[in-house]
């Protein structure tokens, strides 16, 4: 490969490297800087090398990478031209430092000898992304007489988004930076090909094996994983699974979890915990995990290895020696989950009554019926009623709202792939990031509904993600916003004591008047609002066949 233009052919051959490496999506946002990454990328999507996604937005661009990097597993490059467009990665890059998922940050720069003269868009671009990558190369600049100079620079880029070498943990993915410097001419006509390879993976680490003395439980917090479940049965474990686990199923979870850690007889009793994955959506985990007599294995996944109480072991891997499961250790958690469990589905309609031959009676039946039906949505109807309707070829995709943590409170096991950004539980990017996962799991024909449920203001944070180019396959999404008018976190936080009504509002509650119908319209995404039970399940479960907003008034 040969062309007037070395930046085209060092493009042409780090993309057909990264391709060569397992990577099959890429997210391009539009500049000049990087057009010769850009117009590689394009030339390999015409080929079916590569999956091309265009978002104008970089912050948008680099959550959208997130959200197909969360659900494939394999790294995706970012591409984007030099300047603010950068900067606008960061956060993105912070989630999946701390979240363990593999990201490509390709910014396309200036040479180095308009850097810090007053050129246009330069500025400080090499380590911009400071601690949070695993690997970050300020590159050469390609040129006509040196030849391939950054052969080898994808592979060793995919390797350590995926753990495999360079800084940190190993075993645990992150994001890399590709610092890619261009001289005119920025691009030339050139032929591109790629021949797709398989990502590289990890050997994987012999589990350290727990012996069965001590009274464990298993807590699995985000992306833990199935590996938890089936830790936690093959030790006959209790099950103390975030519902943003993907490990909240199976006969063990435990039901009203927070309670239960609370009790003295259950809770206090805790001699070991296994956690998988990053908890976060309680305060009782973190006091049981920052205990200092509690011996706490901490299952490798993301940025950092979960330690409170200091003297927390890190491994790669875990599993369990043979032998009898502590059956009364066990059964205490059962007895207590099972009163626990909260049923919220519609009572069952009186078939008594409404046959009755009493007329009296039969009216009242009909009345009862038609209450359920018109019965306004509240959080934990609203959870419930995402979780029922999805299914294992769907995903579901929490905001860092409080709708996560009632949906975390109320609702029983089921296996289904869940996805939250719990990395920095940040209420940005969640569009981004569900829109991400949704055209991740649904290529090459593959079924499936993705859904998000969030808060307004997490909704609203991520606006400009509806935006989805014309071209484009329109991905099957629902996203389910719950809207209190604002932040109503804060109404059950600390703040909620020391401020005044005003500033509360004013200053934490941000109430907004943005219409989300109008909104959705601007974006060409379908709407629906729905207030009833009955109508929230039809919407839900209604076939689906593009971007949809359904909007769920709440009380504050
Ligand atoms: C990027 C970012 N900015 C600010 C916050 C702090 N924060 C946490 S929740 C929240 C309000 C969320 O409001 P909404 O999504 O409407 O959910 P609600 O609390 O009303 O359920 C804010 C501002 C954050 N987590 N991330
Ligand atoms: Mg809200």
Redesign the pocket.
């Known amino acids: 490969m040969t062309s007037a233009s070395p930046a085209s052919d060092a493009a042409a051959e780090l993309l057909a490297e990264l391709i060569g490496n397992g990577v099959r999506d890429l997210v391009l946002s539009p500049g000049s800087r990087s057009q010769a990454l850009a117009l590689a990328s394009m030339a390999l999507a015409r080929s079916r090398a590569l999956r091309v996604h265009v978002r104008i937005d970089e912050r948008v661009a680099g959550f959208t990478a997130l959200g197909i990097a969360r659900e494939t597993g394999v790294p995706v490059p970012v591409v984007c031209t030099s300047g603010t467009a950068a900067g606008n990665l960061l956060?993105a890059a912070m989630e999946a430092y701390h979240a363990g998922v593999p990201l490509l940050l390709l910014t396309a720069d200036r040479p180095p000898e308009l850097r810090g003269v007053g050129a246009n868009q330069a500025t400080m671009q090499p380590g911009l992304f400071g601690s949070f990558t695993r690997m970050d190369v300020d590159a050469e600049v390609p040129s006509a007489d040196s030849g391939s100079v950054w052969a080898g620079l994808g592979e060793r880029a995919v390797r350590a988004a995926l753990g495999l070498e360079g800084e940190g943990l190993t075993g645990v993915a992150g994001p890399v930076h590709l610092n890619l410097p261009f001289r005119e001419p920025l691009s030339a006509a050139t032929a591109v090909t790629a021949s797709p390879g398989a990502a590289p993976s990890l050997v994987p680490e012999a589990p350290t094996v727990l012996d069965r003395g001590l009274r464990t439980v298993v807590i699995a917090g985000a992306d833990a994983g199935p590996d938890a479940e089936e830790l936690s049965h093959q030790g006959g474990w209790p099950l103390i699974a975030e519902v943003v686990s993907g490990a909240r199923f199976g006969r063990l979870v435990v039901h009203g979890y927070r309670a239960l850690l609370r009790d003295e007889s259950l809770g206090g009793r805790i001699e070991r915990a296994v956690v998988f994955g990053h908890p976060t959506l309680s305060r009782e985990v973190a006091a049981v995990l920052a205990r200092p007599e509690v011996e706490v294995i901490a299952v490798r996944r993301g940025g950092d290895a979960v330690n409170p109480n200091g003297r927390a072991q890190s491994v790669g891997a875990v599993s369990v020696e043979r032998g009898p499961a502590d059956r009364q250790w066990l059964g205490a958690w059962m007895n207590a989950s099972a009163a626990a469990s909260v049923d919220l589905s519609a009572p069952a309609p009186d078939q008594d009554g409404l046959y009755s031959a009493d007329k009296a009676a039969r009216l009242s039946a009909v009345r009862a019926e038609l209450d359920a039906v018109r019965a306004k949505v509240d959080?934990e109807l609203l959870a419930d009623a995402v979780w029922r309707a999805t299914w294992p070829h769907d995903r579901l995709v929490f905001?860092?709202?409080?709708?996560v943590r009632i949906a975390d409170q109320v609702l029983g096991g089921k296996k289904v792939p869940v996805h939250a950004n719990r990395g920095?539980?940040?209420?940005?990017?969640t569009v981004a990031t569900a829109l991400g996962i949704a055209v991740a799991s649904q290529a090459e024909g593959a079924a499936g509904v993705t859904r998000g449920l969030?808060?307004?203001?997490?909704?609203?944070?991520d606006a400009g993600a509806l935006l989805l180019p014309p071209d484009e396959a329109r991905p099957r999404i629902q996203v389910v916003v719950?809207?209190?008018?604002?932040?109503?976190?804060?109404?059950g936080l600390e703040v909620a004591g020391s401020a005044s009504a005003e500033d509360l509002d004013r200053a934490?509650?941000?109430p907004h008047t943005a219409n989300l119908r109008d909104l959705a319209a601007a974006y060409g995404w379908d709407f629906m609002q729905v207030s009833t039970r009955s109508a929230l399940d039809q919407a839900l479960t209604s076939p689906v066949t593009g971007p949809q907003i359904i909007e769920v008034p709440?009380a504050?």
Not at 424 to 429: C, E, H, K, R, V
Not at 482 to 491: R, Y
Request: glycine share 22%; aromatic share 12%.
């Open positions: 956060p959080r905001g860092s709202s409080r709708l920095l539980a940040g209420i940005d990017g969030l808060g307004d203001l997490a909704f609203l944070h719950g809207n209190d008018g604002g932040g109503t976190i804060f109404d934490f509650y941000t709440l504050r």
